[in-house]
């Protein structure tokens, strides 16, 4: 689920249609919030039977934030709509660069499924082709992941995620 936040900022670009903005309200990150996030997922590891998994955009990005320290991935922003998923952050070692992204997410036979609907690095459109082949790479790896459990439902609200699933 984590995985599939952060990579919104491996989106594709949408020529035929307007161009996504993020929300405009502040999403701050607090090591609690983190915290609590970690502990839900952790407690899923040991589960049994049917979850369902609660977050806010506030988790998410405490916890994206948290487990990305160090790399050159900084001042991650993620932003829950019931469209689908916004996410920012700035990306670079020598140079920073910004990417914004937005993708929607669905479920496929118990996997969960991400469409790249459009991303921009330093505020220019990335075109459809270059990005393809990474949503079909992250569409991959979600697969592979998900080998105990089956995802049945997405509920995205502003602000919010609620995942529902069973672990076998």
Known sequence: M???VLTTSLAAGCRNCA???PPTRTVTASQAAAEAFAARLAALASAQGAFTLAATEQELTSYALANLAGT?????SIWLE???IHAQAT???ASDHKVYAFM???CHEGVVQVELSYVALDGHSVPRWILASAEKALNDALADMQTSF???RIELSAGSVLVYGSIA
Request: a negative charge; aromatic letters at 0%.
């Open 19 to 21: 161009i996504p903005q």
């Open 72 to 76: 050159p991935v900084q001042d991650i």
């Open 104 to 106: 929607t997410v669905t």
């Open 82 to 84: 019931p469209d689908g």
């Open 150 to 152: 089956q995802i049945e």
């Open 2 to 4: 984590v995985i599939l």
């Open 91 to 93: 990306v670079g070692n």
